[in-house]
């Protein structure tokens, strides 16, 4: 689904964010992305989502280079990958029903994308994909009345009524409490599971990532420092990683799920 060779983004006045990142994500792979703030991580994001053109280096997605694509090629491109970002971009004086039907924005001509703010459109489906993340009876509530943790299911549902091929998580859950981020991780990735999209999430939190993730990728100052499976991230792994990073910015934990559910694609957290 991914190939980056060389991908490089440096902004005006020197900062190199992103380094010489060599990178392959196969279709259907769960890879979750740690490191400490200021890594790079967000600026690889907004390079694979396509919204960021990188200074140097070449990025493929779905076997056609992002370089040589413009205009409507471009936009196509762009349909196939959907993306939660920390802050959940909701309309928070629209109904719910508004904000999941925003992800048909990049299929609907501009008279029925403004029709449905009136009459929506395909109401069926939205309240499907508020069924999936677990929260139909919202459908037509104000989004402004829903907690952070509904606010974030809305964010979820609206990717997947654009049905992306691959869904990219950036911070996802570094809004809500440590027990609603369980959720809705362990959501993400059933998600993934079932439906087989790729799904790439950039995490704070060490604990979820190596518990909810086969594949586990480490970033520090914008070059891939590992990139290995969960088993084999050792406690001096983590130290490399996170040296000489505040202690509020090291590998965030949480508590141990009492209600995990064993059906769920991620382990039980460990104990911390």
């Known amino acids: 689904m991914y190939r980056a060779e060389g991908l490089t983004r440096i902004f005006p006045g020197g900062t190199r964010a992103v380094d010489r990142v060599d990178l392959k994500i196969g279709a259907g792979e769960r890879v979750a992305f740690i490191g400490p703030s200021g890594a790079g991580k967000t600026t690889l994001f907004r390079m694979l989502n396509c919204t960021l053109k990188p200074t140097a280096g070449r990025l493929w997605i779905d076997g056609e280079e992002v370089g ?154 914008g070059r891939v420092l590992f990139d290995l499976a969960p088993e084999a991230v050792q406690d001096e792994t983590l130290a490399a990683l996170y040296r000489g990073a505040p202690e509020a910015e090291g590998p965030a934990q949480v508590t141990p799920d009492a209600s995990f559910d064993s059906n769920s694609s991620c382990r039980p957290l460990p104990k911390v």
């Open 68 to 221: 040589h694509l413009h205009g409507a090629v471009l936009r196509a491109a762009r349909r196939k990958i959907g993306t939660i970002y920390q802050q959940h971009n909701l309309v928070p004086r629209l109904h719910v029903v508004h904000n999941v039907l925003a992800g048909r924005l990049g299929t609907w001509s501009t008279p029925k994308a403004l029709l449905s703010l009136l009459r929506p459109a395909e109401v069926e489906t939205a309240h499907r994909v508020l069924q999936q993340v677990g929260i139909p009876e919202k459908l037509y509530a104000r989004t402004d009345e829903l907690s952070g943790g509904q606010q974030q299911r809305v964010a979820i549902a609206r990717v997947l009524l654009q049905d992306p091929d691959v869904i990219l998580a950036d911070e996802p859950v570094s809004s809500v409490d440590p027990m609603l981020a369980v959720g809705i991780v362990h959501l993400l990735t059933d998600i993934s599971r079932a439906t087989g999209k790729t799904l790439v999430v950039n995490l704070h939190s060490v604990d979820l990532a190596l518990a909810c993730f086969p594949r586990i990728i480490g970033l520090r100052d």
